[in-house]
């Protein structure tokens, strides 16, 4: 089955700066990469994601890119505000049959410091 | 309005319980899903159901028994709780694309159902 590693479990960053975040899977046939964001007490939500069939997406400050050569996928979140100050979670999937899981990467922990 | 909602928002309870947490979504969406997340944040996947019927059922203990009796509910009970079920529970939704059977991706969570077993 999928497994996907997530890197940093913790990143601190000035505010103003840029912040990356890198996640592993092991399943070539995944095909499907989101990122959710998840605020203190709150629900995860999709921030962007990306499918194999493209390199690199871009959302305002958020960016994502994929190497399915080497299968792994990072988040770009430029210019940090307060505001993103929150638990990021990487994920892949093949999407391709009913069964077939979202794994969740462990998540990491983003601060934004002033 | 709310898209995916659960009831309780919190509920504390003593070892040996049985308990229900119960999820609603108002997308129109044909497949639901329990998550379980633990103390370090860990989500995983405990089941899923495609208009009724079970699709995933994860390595989990036969204490916890999914039900869903329309495609906008799928309910979670528990049966004699333990102290290692404490935890945040989320419901979510997806969208089948019908023919092919491939879900459209997105996942809308619920606010989530924080359980306190003592």
């Known amino acids: 089955g999928e497994n996907v590693e997530q890197h940093p479990s913790t990143l601190s960053v000035q505010e103003g700066d840029s912040a990356v975040i890198k996640c592993t899977y092991s399943?070539?046939?995944?095909?499907?990469f989101p990122w959710y964001k998840q605020e203190l007490g709150k629900r995860p939500q999709l921030i962007i994601d990306?499918?194999?069939?493209?390199g690199e997406k871009k959302d305002q400050r958020i960016a994502v890119t994929l190497n399915k050569t080497a299968k792994h996928f990072s988040l770009h979140i430029t210019e940090t505000q307060p505001e993103d100050s929150a638990v990021y979670f990487c994920a892949a999937s093949p999407l391709t049959n009913r069964d077939d899981k979202i794994i969740f990467g462990k998540g990491t922990r983003l601060h934004i410091l002033p | 309005d709310t898209a995916v909602s659960q009831t309780p928002k919190y509920l504390v309870t003593q070892m040996g319980n049985d308990k229900s947490i119960k999820c609603e979504q108002n997308l129109g969406h044909d497949t639901m899903y329990w998550y379980k997340q633990d103390s370090k944040k860990f989500l995983k996947i405990m089941f899923s159901y495609n208009n009724k019927e079970l699709i995933i059922n994860e390595t989990v203990p036969n204490r916890f028994s999914p039900k869903s009796p329309d495609k906008a509910h799928l309910n979670l009970h528990i049966n004699s709780l333990e102290l290692g079920d404490s935890a945040v529970y989320f419901c979510a939704s997806s969208q089948d694309l019908g023919l092919a059977g491939v879900r459209r991706e997105t996942q809308y969570f619920g606010p989530g159902t924080r359980l306190l077993v003592l």
């Open positions: 990306i499918r194999s069939n493209v």
């Open positions: 399943d070539s046939a995944s095909n499907y």
